[in-house]
């Protein structure tokens, strides 16, 4: 899954950073899932977070990758601009 986030609070590179890893913290241990931050390193209020499920059931990964999204969606620090999940 990849995901558009823009980081509403932010006036730095370190602030979105601070942002950024507080939420992927919180994404690795509630959904025990890869996450890291794929683009757009050197723009202060934008991020793009890839994140990677691995099951061996395509419908159980569909729905942890759907949680994320919600849990990214009702975060207060970033927006949710949109989000792609890719099943292999």
Known sequence: MCCELL???SRSL???KRVI???MARTRNRFNVAVAEVDHQDIWNRAQIGIVCVSNDAGHAHSMLEAVARMFDSSPDVVLCSYEIEIL
């Open 7 to 9: 980081i509403g609070g």
């Open 14 to 16: 370190k602030e979105k």
């Open 21 to 23: 890893r507080g939420l």
